[in-house]
């Protein structure tokens, strides 16, 4: 796993665009191509993430406001016993 995860960044690296000029010219057009999917992928995810964890806050507050509500229910209910 360690060896594919190296080979994967050592590719991926060898697609950035400041390292052009080392790059061999059959290479050029893969390693380029699969730098900015990998790009793509990452800003894809980040995005993703922020999504959901938007709607977990907003699902926990309407749960915390709810339980709130409940809870103090609860509680006067208890006191006027």
Not at 18 to 29: F, K, S, V, Y
């Amino acid at each position: 796993m360690l060896r594919v995860c190296a080979i994967v960044l050592a590719a991926y690296n060898c697609g950035y665009p400041g390292l052009a000029i080392l790059r061999p010219a059959a290479l050029e057009q893969p390693l380029t191509s699969f730098h900015n999917e990998v790009n793509a992928a990452i800003r894809q995810a980040v995005t993703g993430a922020e999504i959901a964890g938007s709607k977990i806050m907003v699902l926990a507050g309407s749960n915390a406001e709810r339980a709130k509500r409940e809870l103090a229910g609860n509680f006067s209910d208890s006191q006027k016993n």
